[in-house]
C-alpha cells in the first residue's frame, strides 16, 4: 500500500490548507486513518484520525476545533481541513493506515505511512 499526501505548502497565520492522503488501492477502506505531524526538533504528534466509516473521529488537544478529519471511501482518500492556522501548526503532516477500523492517537496502531508533506504557516 502506497499513501500519498499532498496538499501541503505555505499558508498564513489564520488562513486555512487542506491535505490530501490518497491510497493505492482499496486496503484502506475498511481501516482508520489518521494524521501525525512532526516539527523540527520534536516528536511526532497525533494531529485528527477517522474510523473506517468515518463515523468515528479523534482530534489532538492543539488542533480541536481548527481541523476537520473526513474521508471519500470511494475515492480512498482522506482530508484534513485545517483553519485557523498558527506558526505553530508548521511541520510535516504524514497520514497513516491502521491496524483495524477504530482510530487511535497511538502511531503503533498504524501500519503504513505517506511520505510526509510540508505545511509552513507565516506569522
Known amino acids: 500500500v502506497q499513501l500519498q499526501a499532498s496538499g501541503g505548502g505555505l499558508g498564513q497565520a489564520g488562513g486555512s490548507l487542506t491535505l490530501s492522503c490518497a491510497a493505492s488501492?482499496?486496503?484502506?477502506?475498511?481501516?482508520?486513518v489518521a494524521w501525525f505531524r512532526q516539527a523540527p526538533g520534536k516528536e511526532r504528534e497525533f494531529v485528527a484520525g477517522i474510523s473506517w466509516n468515518g463515523g468515528n473521529t479523534l482530534y489532538g488537544d492543539s488542533v480541536k476545533d481548527r481541523f476537520t478529519i473526513s474521508r471519500d471511501r470511494a475515492k480512498d482518500t482522506v482530508y484534513l481541513k485545517m483553519n485557523s492556522l498558527k506558526p505553530e501548526d508548521t511541520a510535516v503532516y504524514y497520514c497513516a493506515v491502521g491496524r483495524g477500523s477504530i482510530a487511535s492517537s497511538a502511531a503503533e496502531w498504524y501500519r503504513y505511512w505517506g511520505q510526509g508533506t510540508l505545511v509552513t504557516v507565516s506569522s
Open positions: 488501492r482499496r486496503t484502506s477502506s475498511n481501516n482508520a
